[in-house]
């Protein structure tokens, strides 16, 4: 990091040849940076300058990666943006060598830390005591809210361990292909996000009685439904039952069924369990040339301490993994990890490629307007986010989680889809970093938000839960921020301190990543 009295250029890897603006007004032509570097132009915060000449072809280089190509020459002190550079190829699938294991760092464990959470009969822990409301099919999701909103007014007061009453409404279960390869994907997710650890085994399924997705199978990954027939039969009623009598029967029914759940719910306490515990999904939204600096290597030195002490960090977000992957391949540990690393690229690929979809598609308009030319410099500063640690295990979209340790999950980058299969892979705590601001949260899980420059982070003071822009302006280190961000995890999985989109009131809905066809 380059740093006179009032300008900030950030230049990350020795070989790079530009170097990012990080004074919060950017800084205007004639300006003086490294010496001998003369701006040629004005640079707004977070874009990319020329530190050197650069010729027609020739590689721009930043995290010591090439990220683009000249398309035409740019002078020393240019600014240096997505028009004036080429996008290389992605790396090429079948010609990434596969690991080996003498390459892969050893963490040193660390370990004393703990957290105050929900223990499971499964083993478990929950960071929330929440009453989960599953739906089989969209048509009942009215239903779902009107239950949801009478047990907050009556029933709630009367169970004061339980946190909240959620309902997990989708757009699937009708008009849907059920049983085409590809159906596996929402299937899985809803019947996973049943066994999330913050609704303690407790979730019941509201259905409608035509739909093609059977309210029961929701309930098959979930222990507690599968050994008791008397359990099963409190977890799940349809609104079509003949039994009831009007829409206010239809609520009666579903509020005496409730009681059963907020009665267990209730039994729960929080006990000290050890950060091992920890299932962290870590996701961006809004990203900006900062992210790669300050937001996302916090998160990844936050990442290595949860790995290091123990417990499991999930990243996602295939699209923003794809033109690195070249870098992740020889930090899996063994072939087959790594191959399923490839195969969750190959099957995005064709995804793509399916839909007519190439690679512009990604970053978005204000990706772009943070600084950020295009999806390679994306994906090398996303990736940051996955620490150091080995990848010991890649999951597809909406399976669950079976090994500590660092996790690639597979899911689009959409962050409300990425959010609700991390929600299905079993997460416990949520870390989101955002450059350009997003209000994105989850009732289900804590929403950590990291915000990678001060300009936001001060502006949106009440949406963002941590600036990790003190470590473009020299306040922080990486390593203090990832510490502060651990421990903030820690506090905000205990309950101790409420994430900013809790105290709001901000939530987004629950969306299932469904490649297969409608009818
Ligand atoms: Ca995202």
Known sequence: MTKSTNHIVIKIAETDNVAVIANSEGLPEGTIINDDIRLLQNIPMGHKVALLNIGLGEKIIRYGQVIGFANRPIKAGEWVEESKMLLPEPPDLNSIPMPDNKTLSELKPIEGYTFLGYRNSDGSVGTKNILGITTSVQC??????????????????????????????????????????????????????????????????????????????????????KTNSDKKFSNVFYMQDESFYGFSGIVE?????????????????????????????????????????????????????IVKAGGSVMFSEVTEVRDAVHLLVPRTINPEVGKALLDEMK?????????????????????????????????????VKSGTSPIVDVLGPGEKIHRKGLIFAATPASDFICGTLQLAAGMNMHVFMTGRGTPYGLSMVPVIKVGSNSKLSKRWFDLIDLDAGKIATGEKSIEEMGWELFHLILDVASGKKEVACDKLGLHNDLVLFNPGPVT
């Open 140 to 225: 009942v999701a009215g239903l779902a809210q009107y239950i949801v909103k009478k047990i907050k007014q009556k029933l709630l007061p009367k169970y004061p361990n339980v946190d909240d009453v959620v309902a997990l409404n989708h757009s699937y279960g009708c008009g849907i292909a059920i049983n085409v390869p590809s159906a596996i994907i929402p299937i899985r997710t809803l019947q996973n996000i049943t066994t999330n650890p913050n609704f303690g085994g407790e979730v019941l399924v509201i259905g409608l009685g035509c739909e093609k997705l059977p309210p029961e199978s929701l309930l098959l990954q979930n222990g507690n439904s």
């Open 253 to 305: 029914a579903g509020l005496k069924m409730t009681e059963i759940h907020l009665k267990e719910l209730n039994k729960r306490k929080r006990e000290i369990c050890p950060a091992a515990d920890l299932v962290v999904g870590m996701q961006c939204g809004g990203s900006d040339a900062f992210s790669g600096i300050t937001s996302n290597p916090a998160a990844g030195y936050a990442a290595d301490l």
């Open 347 to 383: 099957w995005y690929d064709n995804y793509l490629e399916q839909g007519q979809a190439d690679r512009s598609a990604n970053p978005t308009p204000g990706n772009k307007l943070g600084g950020l030319s295009n999806i390679v410099e994306k994906a090398l500063g996303s990736i």
